[in-house]
C-alpha cells in the first residue's frame, strides 16, 4: 500500500508541474497579444527573475527622449511618466551607447547625469542598472531598469538576463509598432504575416494545450486537488482563444482607401481563421483602383458573402474572386455549401437589401443565386466610373 501511495504522490506531482508549465504559456500568450499588458509584465518580469527591488519599461517616444511608463515595486509615484532625454541619467545614457549601463550607487556616480536625482532619492534607489530595448533595425525603441535600495553591483549575470527580457519586450513592440506605419503597403503587407504567424504559432500551441488539457482530464479523475486547477486552465485557454479570434479579426479591419486585392484577401483569410473553412482568394486580373465609395462598396460585398456563409452555407470551401467584367469591376463568393435556399435576386437579407441600394445608386447590382451544385453564389459589380 506503501509503495502504490508513493506512486500516487509521484504522479500528482507530475500533474502539477505540467499544469504549472501549461498556466506560465498561457500567461505568455495573453501577454504577447495586449501591448500594455506585456510591458507592464515586462516591468514585473525584471523585478521577479533579477530580484530587484524595483523595475521599469520606458518608451521611447521621440528618437530625442523616453517616457517611463510601466514600473513594479514603486513606493512613490516620482518615476511615473518620468522624461528621460536620451544621454541623460542612467537609461537616457543607456539608449545613447546602444547597450547596458550600470551603476553600483545611483546618487554617487561619476559616469552619468544627475537630472533625475530627486526623483531617485524618493525611490530610494541606489544600485541601477538599464539596457535598450531594441527595434527590427538595432535602433532603441524603449529602456529597461532594474534597481535595488542598497548598494550593490549587479553582475553581468543579471545584465545578460535583463538583456534577454528586454529581447522579449521588442518582440511585443514591434507588433504594437505595425499601426503605427505610415505606409500603406508595409502595413498590409506585416498585418498578414502578422495574422499567419499568430494563426500558425499562438494557435498551433493553444491547440496543443487543448489536446494536453483532455488528455489530464482522465488521469486527474482520482486527485481532488486538481481538479479545481484544470477546470481554471480550461478558462483561461478559451480566454486566450477569444483573444487571439479579436486580435486576428482586427488585424483585417478595412479602410476603403487601402488596395481593394489586399483587403479581399485579408477578409478570406480571416474567414478561413475563424471557420476553419477554406477559403481561396483568385485575383482573375489586373483591376484598376477605384474611389473610396466604390471599394466600400465590394468589400462589404465580401464580408457579407463570407458572413453568409459562415451562418447558413455548412460550406466545404468558398472560392472569392475579383476581376474587371464590362467596363466595371466584380467580386463573387462562392460556397459549396448546402444551406439555406436563396432567391433569385437580392433581399433574403437586410444585408443583402442594403447592398444592392447602395450598388443602384453607384450604377452597380447585387445578385445571390443558388447553383445547381447546391452551393451559393454571391455578385458585386460596379462600373470604374460613375454613372451619368
Not at 12 to 34: K, T, V
Not at 40 to 46: E, K, R, V
Not at 246 to 275: I, N
Amino acid at each position: 500500500m506503501a509503495a502504490t501511495e508513493r506512486v500516487a504522490k509521484a504522479r500528482a506531482a507530475e500533474q502539477s508541474n505540467l499544469l504549472d508549465e501549461l498556466l506560465r504559456e498561457r500567461e505568455g500568450l495573453i501577454g504577447a497579444l495586449d501591448r500594455v499588458v506585456a510591458l507592464h509584465g515586462t516591468a514585473q518580469l525584471i523585478r521577479e527573475r533579477l530580484g530587484a527591488h524595483a523595475a521599469f519599461v520606458g518608451d521611447l517616444e521621440r528618437p530625442e527622449f523616453a517616457v517611463v511608463r510601466w514600473m513594479s515595486g514603486n513606493r512613490t509615484e516620482a518615476m511615473q511618466n518620468l522624461l528621460v532625454p536620451t544621454g541623460q541619467g542612467i537609461g537616457g545614457r543607456a539608449l545613447a551607447l546602444g547597450k547596458p549601463v550600470r551603476v553600483s550607487d545611483y546618487l554617487s556616480s561619476h559616469t552619468i547625469t544627475h537630472q533625475f536625482d530627486a526623483q531617485v532619492r524618493q525611490e530610494s534607489l541606489r544600485a541601477m542598472v538599464a539596457v535598450p530595448i531594441l527595434g527590427r533595425e538595432g535602433q532603441p525603441v524603449a529602456v529597461a531598469y532594474a534597481a535595488l535600495r542598497e548598494s550593490a553591483t549587479f553582475g553581468d549575470a543579471a545584465v545578460h538576463d535583463l538583456e534577454s527580457i528586454a529581447e522579449q519586450a521588442a518582440k511585443a513592440l514591434r507588433l504594437a509598432s505595425v499601426a503605427e506605419s505610415t505606409r500603406a503597403d508595409a502595413v498590409s503587407a506585416e498585418r498578414r504575416r502578422m495574422q499567419s504567424a499568430l494563426h500558425d504559432s499562438v494557435g498551433a500551441l493553444l491547440f496543443s494545450i487543448g489536446v494536453q488539457v483532455r488528455g489530464l482530464r482522465d488521469d486527474i479523475a482520482d486527485n481532488p486537488a486538481l481538479r479545481q486547477r484544470l477546470h481554471e486552465l480550461e478558462r483561461d485557454v478559451a480566454a486566450a482563444s477569444t483573444a487571439l479570434r479579436e486580435s486576428l479579426l482586427a488585424l483585417a479591419e478595412s479602410t476603403p482607401e487601402r488596395a481593394l486585392p489586399v483587403e479581399v484577401g485579408e477578409h478570406c483569410r480571416s474567414f478561413e481563421s475563424r471557420c476553419g473553412v477554406p477559403a481561396r482568394f483568385v485575383q482573375l486580373a489586373p483591376v484598376r483602383p477605384l474611389d473610396a465609395e466604390r471599394t466600400a462598396l465590394l468589400i462589404s460585398a465580401v464580408r457579407e458573402g463570407l458572413l453568409n456563409v459562415e451562418k447558413h452555407a455548412r460550406a466545404c470551401s468558398v472560392v472569392v474572386s475579383l476581376g474587371p467584367s464590362a467596363g466595371g469591376v466584380q467580386v463573387v463568393v462562392a460556397d459549396d455549401g448546402s444551406g439555406e435556399a436563396a432567391e433569385d435576386a437580392p433581399g433574403s437579407g437586410m444585408g443583402l437589401r442594403s447592398l444592392a441600394e447602395r450598388a443602384a445608386r453607384l450604377g452597380g447590382r447585387v445578385s445571390l443565386v443558388r447553383d445547381e451544385d447546391c452551393g451559393c453564389t454571391l455578385r458585386a459589380w460596379v462600373p470604374e466610373v460613375p454613372a451619368p
